[in-house]
């Protein structure tokens, strides 16, 4: 490195090329940073050459390097921060560390794969103005060694989580947003421009994968082979963002299962990994590599698609992807037109389904429904002492209703209905009766699967509350009608019982004048013969 040097204060391996950023750290609380996990760790795994050269350039996750350092014979690392780069070196004294803007590496010889997850962005520095895309990309091509690939994330600035965050992450105006982002032409509008930008760099892409649910954690890589046909829920489900403590506009279930039901799925990805390779010199072909259609992360679990279904890592047999609509989607919809029959039915069904066998770690967002059979989404692992079928179901329907009013979804049960008590009632639509003893143990066992359902402390989305104030308005306006109605009948009864008071009182000063007639009085003394005649004999007697 013939432009590098080296301080004393940084460690041996650290090489400071300029453009080096000496008081600020980009990965400190990893703000912004995307954050790879076990989708990305398998697909860096399968590329990185048995002999050969790798360079990551700028920050990525430290369990990433720390796998790449591990696995690859010759590795280096790019970093615009010096903080940054002296932990890293410290971290792997045999790792070479180069701190300084992107444009500034002279590399003796290119390497034979280049990563670049977390894009261009922080390959430049404050120090110098902001390089286009383009003339990055072309930077970073350079690196890459004749039969060598490149991976780079590029994030979409129309992705779905774009249109999810009421607060977009760009617009924070943090220390790290000195170049504001969007205003450069050259940037990837899309799939088809991120295969120009590339090609026009000297690259070919090999694979291009979307990344699902988010930009700031994926778990799951799906390439545009695979989002060319119709993905089955029980795959996509699962791919939809979670709300975490983000302030949301929409909810990040509903909207990225519109993303793929309109196959828009490479399209509106949050942020896209392209695999591209340089041509190698003469006729002799690089070593193929098989990429895979995509890698999909379920909790602890990494599944691998395959054209004929799924397979678990490392190892497993594949498995189809059943057929079916998500059984928690069919239930939000018909509690949405209050259709009460179709939950029963269903929940009916569920409930004979555990009852012949079924898994006892069901849950309603995992099983799928064809109309004839409920199917997992993946397969079971429930737990050592299989329960009791109706604490099962209460169970999947307790996660079902702490999901349901989390989520403000609309339901025909009374709303002040709390998590437990609405679970009581749909086991009794399932024909099922549990009690609260029922219920507890249904916690604990949700809570001995993992992952249990608690309920949210997080605003609701402000589509949401717009939701909820529409439908409160027409509540309100039908109890504003109600009550005028209500109104008029009783000012109509309150005239009418004036008349019958007034009516009355001239009745009763009738009935008075009558009593003090002279005819009334001898009528009423007539009236008692006996007492007459007791008298009458009296006197005569006397």
């Known amino acids: 490195m013939s432009t590098s040097t080296r301080t004393s204060e940084a460690p041996e391996n650290v090489r400071l090329i300029g453009g080096e950023m000496l008081l600020w750290s980009d990965v400190s609380g990893m703000g912004g940073v995307t954050g790879w996990r076990g989708a990305a760790l398998e697909l860096i795994r399968r590329m990185v050459p048995e002999s050969g050269r790798v360079l990551l350039?700028?920050?990525?996750?430290?369990?990433?390097?720390?796998?790449?350092?591990?696995?690859?014979?010759?590795?280096?690392?790019?970093?615009?921060?010096?903080?940054?780069?002296?932990?890293?070196?410290?971290r792997h004294p045999g790792l070479a560390v180069y701190c300084g803007r992107l444009e500034l590496l002279a590399a003796d010889e290119p390497y034979d794969l280049v990563l670049a997850l977390d894009g261009l962005l922080r390959t430049h520095s404050a120090e110098a103005p902001a390089a286009a895309w383009n003339e990055s990309l072309e930077a970073l091509a350079d690196?890459?060694?004749?039969?060598?690939?490149?991976?780079?994330?590029?994030?979409?600035?129309?992705?779905?989580?774009?249109?999810?965050?009421?607060?977009?992450?760009?617009?924070?105006?943090?220390?790290?947003?000195?170049?504001?982002?969007?205003?450069?032409?050259?940037?990837?509008?899309?799939?088809?421009?991120?295969?120009?930008?590339?090609?026009?760099?000297?690259?070919?892409m090999q694979r291009c994968y979307a990344a699902y649910p988010d930009r700031q954690t994926p778990r799951s890589l799906l390439s545009r082979e695979a989002l060319a046909f119709d993905l089955p829920e029980a795959l996509t489900f699962p791919l939809s963002a979670k709300d975490g403590d983000r302030m949301l506009v929409a909810d990040p279930l509903r909207l990225t299962r519109l993303v793929f039901r309109h196959r828009l799925g490479e399209e509106l990805a949050p942020l896209w990994l392209a695999v591209a390779s340089r041509p190698p010199h003469g006729v002799a072909e690089a070593p193929a590599v098989e990429l895979p259609l995509g890698l999909i992360e379920e909790g602890p679990a990494l599944y691998e698609l395959t054209p004929g279904g799924t397979r678990r890592l490392p190892g497993g047999e594949e498995r189809p992807i059943p057929a079916g609509r998500v059984v928690e989607e069919i239930l939000v919809e018909a509690c949405a037109r209050e259709d009460v029959r179709t939950v029963r039915e269903l929940l009916a069904e569920l409930a004979d389904w555990l009852e012949s066998g079924g898994d006892a770690s069901a849950a309603t967002d995992s099983l799928v429904y064809d109309g004839e059979r409920f199917a997992a989404v993946n397969p079971p692992s429930g737990p050592a002492t299989r329960p009791e079928p109706?604490?099962?179901?209460?169970?999947?329907?307790?996660?079902?209703?702490?999901?349901?009013?989390?989520?403000?979804?609309?339901?025909?049960?009374?709303?002040?209905?709390?998590?437990?008590?609405?679970?009581?009632?749909?086991?009794?639509?399932a024909g099922r009766s549990c009690d609260q003893r029922d219920l507890d143990r249904a916690r604990k066992l949700d809570a001995e699967l993992g992952q249990p359902a608690e309920l949210t402390e997080h605003a609701p989305t402000y589509r949401d509350l717009l939701g909820a104030r529409d439908r409160l308005a027409d509540q309100l306006t039908a109890a504003l009608a109600r009550i005028s109605r209500l109104e008029t009948k009783l000012s109509y009864r309150e005239?009418?019982?004036?008349?019958?008071?007034?009516?009355l009182r001239r009745t009763q000063r009738k009935a008075t004048a009558y009593r003090r007639t002279l005819g009334y009085r001898l009528s009423r003394r007539l009236a008692r013969p006996r007492k007459v005649a007791r008298r009458v004999i009296r006197l005569l007697s006397g």
């Open 57 to 90: 350039v700028g920050p990525h996750p430290q369990a990433l390097v720390d796998d790449v350092v591990a696995r690859a014979p010759s590795a280096a690392v790019l970093l615009r921060s010096y903080p940054d780069a002296c932990a890293l070196g410290e």
């Open 143 to 204: 690196l890459v060694a004749p039969g060598g690939r490149l991976v780079l994330g590029v994030r979409n600035d129309l992705g779905v989580d774009r249109f999810i965050e009421a607060r977009p992450a760009d617009r924070e105006c943090a220390d790290d947003q000195w170049a504001p982002h969007g205003f450069d032409p050259s940037y990837p509008s899309g799939p088809g421009a991120l295969d120009l930008g590339l090609e026009s760099a000297g690259l070919s």
């Open 390 to 429: 109706h604490v099962v179901l209460c169970r999947i329907l307790w996660r079902f209703a702490v999901r349901l009013l989390a989520a403000g979804h609309h339901h025909p049960w009374p709303w002040p209905l709390e998590a437990d008590q609405l679970t009581l009632t749909l086991c009794g639509m």
């Open 495 to 503: 005239r009418e019982l004036v008349r019958a008071k007034a009516k």
